[in-house]
C-alpha cells in the first residue's frame, strides 16, 4: 500500500481560520436600532445584549417603575458601544494580523 503525501500550508490555514473568525465576530455586533426596537416592543434591551440577568430584574421592576426605563432610553447607545467595544478590538488585531501577514509574504517574494 502506498503513502499519499499532501502538503498543507499551515499559514495559509490559519489565516482562512483567523478570516472566519472575523466574519463571525462581525455577525455579533448589535444595532442601537435593533436595541431601540426591542425596548419599545417588549422592554429587552438588556437581553439583546446578553445581560440576560439584568434584563430579568429590569422586568421584575417593570423597569424601576418607569425610572429605570427613561434613564435607558438615553443609555441604549452607550449599551450597545459598550457591548461591540470589544468585538471591534478583535477585529482590529485579526486585521493587523492579516495586514502583517501580508507585508511577510510580500517581502519573502521580493527576497
Given at each position: 500500500?502506498?503513502?499519499?503525501?499532501?502538503?498543507?500550508?499551515?499559514?495559509?490555514?490559519?489565516?482562512?481560520?483567523e478570516?472566519?473568525?472575523?466574519?463571525?465576530?462581525?455577525?455579533?455586533?448589535?444595532?442601537?436600532?435593533?436595541?431601540?426596537?426591542?425596548f419599545?416592543?417588549?422592554?429587552?434591551?438588556?437581553a439583546y445584549?446578553?445581560?440576560w440577568?439584568?434584563?430579568?430584574?429590569?422586568?421584575?421592576?417593570?423597569?424601576?417603575?418607569?425610572?429605570?426605563?427613561?434613564?435607558?432610553?438615553?443609555?441604549?447607545?452607550?449599551?450597545v458601544?459598550?457591548?461591540?467595544?470589544?468585538i471591534?478590538?478583535?477585529?482590529?488585531?485579526?486585521?493587523?494580523?492579516?495586514k502583517?501577514?501580508d507585508i511577510?509574504?510580500?517581502?519573502?517574494?521580493?527576497?
Amino acid at each position: 500500500m502506498g503513502y499519499v503525501y499532501i502538503n498543507i500550508d499551515t499559514n495559509k490555514f490559519k489565516l482562512n481560520k483567523e478570516k472566519m473568525k472575523k466574519y463571525q465576530l462581525q455577525s455579533k455586533i448589535k444595532s442601537v436600532g435593533v436595541a431601540y426596537a426591542l425596548f419599545i416592543i417588549i422592554l429587552g434591551h438588556y437581553a439583546y445584549v446578553g445581560k440576560w440577568g439584568l434584563q430579568i430584574l429590569f422586568w421584575i421592576t417593570l423597569g424601576g417603575f418607569g425610572l429605570w426605563a427613561f434613564i435607558d432610553l438615553f443609555r441604549i447607545p452607550s449599551i450597545v458601544a459598550k457591548y461591540n467595544e470589544s468585538i471591534y478590538a478583535q477585529i482590529e488585531k485579526i486585521e493587523r494580523d492579516e495586514k502583517m501577514h501580508d507585508i511577510a509574504m510580500m517581502k519573502a517574494a521580493v527576497s
